[in-house]
């Protein structure tokens, strides 16, 4: 330390600083997860079964709807004998909808996906019991009817409604709750596609907001423990087997790049669509409760100009894997998009990746005349997946979904060729996918891009002041305070003062404030000291936490500053970290984003250029 006139600057050193490093993990993760991992399988039995009884509902509702019995097989309603009959059938279902959302819970509206997303953000992950029941039963009426929509979103929405009911029995944190919600709506999906790791992928890109094992291994328990429990209920997989491909040569993967770029642009084009009907509808003077209706009419006459689109649509799928669908594939792709997005629009419930499935695939076999190969079930599965990944803006989800429900393993780079570049596209021209655009809409903004945050890369040593003023504990209040106001060269200036004693130990921490508080509460300044009125009971960091760490405490503390100890000696000053500190840590994390900068390589180039100017001149 440097003694002045009764005062004394600090400056740490290295060594002192580094006398006890103390080591970081690469994960926060504790013991806790070992609560939670059986948690999640217990879940995981309960996704299964509330799986095969959405499947259940669904066959039997579209049984009793088109074919006047009561069967529990799954069909389509593309084979009814109904006639001009067959237009009222999703017409009444919607209306039954209608009736639920506006005297049951208004939340069995929509996707299943967007709502899953509000309750992890916005509602701390807790989820109505009502939900839970009412979800399944309107989305299997909703697809029973002839709905053109997929199981997978109101699944996940019911999954994780059971997730988190499970949850909230227990004595958990938030971020547990959303542990056990996500874990439901992996169990779920992974029970009716018999794809699990695109379950857990799809948690990870579309529903967890973050990357951590304590919320992972959860996750991914649930998941394999309903695709076990899936073959005795629904049976084996995978859902949609086709033969194998040969592993595509490179000309072909550069037409999976123009597959992806069409995919991509359809992407965009469905999304316009949805919240298109959904702006319309929101003009209509009716309650919400009608607005199904208007589109359960849509979806009949539709059905009545192409059966096929009707409905959860599994067949339609494997046709056109198989390149079997026929020669009426627009017909089928522009019916189904319209239907869909109208209905989907008028805010029934009903899911998304299925029918993105088969407009994609639609898409993709419709091109595949001008394609190499020509292969319609090739470039419908490239397609399935540019399209999922484009509009879903979840490329990694997509390409393994695929896989999974065909195990067709050689064309998994194909497929990952046609989802980057959908996704890549989509990114460019959509600001929002089609799930964050409806949570958007509800007034809240959701990032999709996962980062690590700059106060999680470094430590408090590295960022923290080390040449600190410090003020003898024995100094009068207006001896500091008249050299503060003189500018002393000491103090410097700063805001607050580490108080220490004769030997330099940390004794307590005065601020400006305090120094005008006790001028004002007496005339008696030449007595009173600073240890008088500043803080001795201090919350202090340490050189090895992470600024992360010390910012939570500083934040939770409502204080604006931490004195920097030793580990051994907590009286030992290293250091001050201020608002300041952080902050410029955080400042260089976003430069690392915007700052360009020229290295090594580029100064070569404009020597060996310069050189060459020079002979060239001489």
């Given at each position: 330390?440097?003694?002045?006139?009764?005062?004394?600057?600090?400056?740490?050193?290295?060594?002192?600083?580094?006398?006890?490093?103390?080591?970081?993990?690469?994960?926060?993760?504790?013991?806790?997860?070992?609560?939670?991992?059986?948690?999640?399988?217990?879940?995981?039995?309960?996704?299964?079964?509330?799986?095969?009884?959405?499947?259940?509902?669904?066959?039997?509702?579209?049984?009793?709807?088109?074919?006047?019995?009561?069967?529990q097989t799954m069909v389509s309603p593309a084979a009814n004998q109904l006639g001009l009959g067959a237009v009222l059938v999703?017409?009444?279902?919607?209306?039954?909808?209608?009736?639920?959302?506006?005297?049951?819970?208004?939340?069995?509206?929509?996707?299943?996906?967007?709502?899953?997303?509000?309750?992890?953000?916005?509602?701390?992950?807790?989820?109505?019991?009502?939900?839970?029941?009412?979800?399944?039963?309107?989305?299997?009426?909703?697809?029973?009817?002839?709905?053109?929509?997929?199981?997978?979103?109101?699944?996940?929405?019911?999954?994780?409604?059971?997730?988190?009911?499970?949850?909230?029995?227990?004595?958990?944190?938030?971020?547990?709750?959303?542990?056990?919600?996500?874990?439901?709506?992996?169990?779920?999906?992974?029970?009716?596609?018999?794809?699990?790791?695109?379950?857990?992928?799809?948690?990870?890109?579309?529903?967890?907001?973050?990357?951590?094992?304590?919320?992972?291994?959860?996750?991914?328990?649930?998941?394999?423990?309903?695709?076990?429990?899936?073959?005795?209920?629904?049976?084996?997989?995978?859902?949609?087997?086709?033969?194998?491909?040969?592993?595509?040569?490179?000309?072909?993967?550069?037409?999976?790049?123009?597959?992806?770029?069409?995919?991509?642009?359809?992407?965009?084009?469905?999304?316009?669509?949805?919240?298109?009907?959904?702006?319309?509808?929101?003009?209509?003077?009716?309650?919400?409760?009608?607005?199904?209706?208007?589109?359960?009419?849509?979806?009949?006459?539709?059905?009545?100009?192409?059966?096929?689109?009707?409905?959860?649509?599994?067949?339609?799928?494997?046709?056109?894997?198989?390149?079997?669908?026929?020669?009426?594939?627009?017909?089928?792709?522009?019916?189904?998009?319209?239907?869909?997005?109208?209905?989907?629009?008028?805010?029934?419930?009903?899911?998304?990746?299925?029918?993105?499935?088969?407009?994609?695939?639609?898409?993709?076999?419709?091109?595949?005349?001008?394609?190499?190969?020509?292969?319609?079930?090739?470039?419908?599965?490239?397609?399935?997946?540019?399209?999922?990944?484009?509009?879903?803006?979840?490329?990694?989800?997509?390409?393994?979904?695929?896989?999974?429900?065909?195990?067709?393993?050689?064309?998994?780079?194909?497929?990952?060729?046609?989802?980057?570049?959908a996704h890549a596209l989509t990114v460019l021209v959509m600001k929002r996918s089609i799930l964050t655009e409806k949570v958007a809409r509800r007034g809240y903004h959701v990032t999709r891009e996962y980062?690590?945050?700059?106060?999680?890369?470094?430590?408090?040593?590295?960022?923290?002041?080390?040449?600190?003023?410090?003020?003898?504990?024995?100094?009068?209040?207006?001896?500091?305070?008249?050299?503060?106001?003189?500018?002393?060269?000491?103090?410097?200036?700063?805001?607050?003062?580490?108080?220490?004693?004769?030997?330099?130990?940390?004794?307590?921490?005065?601020?400006?404030?305090?120094?005008?508080?006790?001028?004002?509460?007496?005339?008696?300044?030449?007595?009173?000291?600073?240890?008088?009125?500043?803080?001795?009971?201090?919350?202090?960091?340490?050189?090895?936490?992470?600024?992360?760490?010390?910012?939570?405490?500083?934040?939770?503390?409502?204080?604006?500053?931490?004195?920097?100890?030793?580990?051994?000696?907590?009286?030992?000053?290293?250091?001050?970290?201020?608002?300041?500190?952080?902050?410029?840590?955080?400042?260089?994390?976003?430069?690392?984003?915007?700052?360009?900068?020229?290295?090594?390589?580029?100064?070569?180039?404009?020597?060996?250029?310069?050189?060459?100017?020079?002979?060239?001149?001489?």
């Amino acid at each position: 330390m440097e003694k002045g006139p009764h005062l004394f600057r600090f400056t740490a050193t290295n060594s002192a600083v580094a006398a006890r490093p103390r080591e970081l993990g690469d994960f926060t993760t504790d013991s806790r997860l070992l609560v939670l991992v059986p948690m999640a399988a217990m879940v995981g039995v309960i996704g299964a079964v509330v799986a095969r009884a959405l499947i259940f509902l669904i066959a039997i509702i579209t049984n009793v709807a088109y074919y006047h019995r009561l069967s529990q097989t799954m069909v389509s309603p593309a084979a009814n004998q109904l006639g001009l009959g067959a237009v009222l059938v999703p017409v009444v279902g919607a209306l039954i909808i209608g009736i639920m959302a506006r005297f049951g819970s208004e939340k069995i509206r929509g996707h299943g996906i967007p709502e899953a997303m509000e309750a992890i953000l916005i509602g701390r992950s807790r989820m109505e019991a009502k939900v839970a029941i009412l979800k399944p039963v309107a989305s299997a009426l909703a697809i029973g009817t002839g709905g053109p929509f997929g199981a997978e979103g109101p699944i996940i929405m019911t999954g994780g409604a059971f997730g988190s009911l499970f949850a909230q029995a227990f004595h958990l944190t938030a971020s547990e709750r959303k542990t056990l919600l996500v874990a439901g709506a992996a169990a779920g999906m992974s029970a009716i596609f018999a794809t699990p790791l695109a379950a857990v992928l799809i948690s990870v890109e579309l529903l967890l907001f973050e990357w951590k094992p304590r919320s992972f291994v959860p996750v991914a328990t649930a998941a394999v423990v309903a695709a076990v429990l899936r073959i005795p209920l629904l049976g084996s997989g995978p859902l949609f087997p086709v033969a194998p491909h040969a592993p595509l040569p490179w000309p072909q993967l550069l037409d999976c790049v123009a597959a992806g770029l069409v995919a991509g642009l359809g992407s965009a084009a469905l999304t316009g669509m949805v919240y298109a009907a959904e702006d319309a509808f929101g003009k209509l003077p009716l309650h919400f409760m009608w607005w199904p209706m208007i589109g359960g009419l849509v979806v009949g006459i539709g059905g009545l100009i192409e059966p096929r689109a009707l409905g959860v649509g599994y067949d339609t799928i494997r046709d056109l894997l198989s390149g079997s669908v026929g020669s009426f594939v627009i017909v089928l792709l522009v019916v189904k998009a319209v239907i869909w997005s109208i209905a989907l629009g008028s805010g029934t419930s009903g899911g998304v990746l299925a029918p993105l499935l088969i407009m994609g695939g639609a898409l993709g076999a419709a091109e595949a005349r001008w394609l190499h190969a020509g292969d319609p079930g090739l470039w419908a599965m490239v397609s399935m997946a540019a399209m999922m990944g484009g509009t879903m803006r979840s490329p990694l989800t997509a390409v393994v979904f695929l896989v999974e429900l065909t195990h067709d393993v050689a064309l998994l780079p194909a497929l990952l060729v046609g989802c980057v570049t959908a996704h890549a596209l989509t990114v460019l021209v959509m600001k929002r996918s089609i799930l964050t655009e409806k949570v958007a809409r509800r007034g809240y903004h959701v990032t999709r891009e996962y980062s690590v945050s700059p106060f999680a890369r470094h430590r408090v040593e590295e960022v923290m002041d080390r040449d600190v003023p410090c003020v003898p504990a024995s100094i009068h209040v207006d001896d500091v305070l008249r050299r503060v106001l003189d500018h002393d060269p000491v103090l410097g200036e700063r805001h607050a003062w580490p108080v220490v004693d004769d030997a330099g130990a940390l004794l307590g921490l005065v601020t400006r404030g305090d120094l005008m508080r006790a001028i004002d509460a007496t005339d008696d300044g030449n007595t009173t000291t600073v240890l008088d009125v500043g803080a001795r009971s201090l919350v202090v960091t340490y050189p090895d936490e992470l600024l992360e760490t010390a910012f939570q405490r500083m934040s939770r503390s409502g204080v604006g500053r931490l004195p920097v100890v030793s580990r051994d000696d907590p009286r030992r000053l290293l250091g001050m970290l201020g608002r300041h500190a952080i902050a410029s840590a955080y400042l260089d994390g976003l430069n690392d984003d915007s700052v360009r900068e020229t290295g090594e390589t580029s100064q070569f180039v404009r020597q060996a250029a310069q050189r060459l100017r020079e002979r060239i001149s001489s």
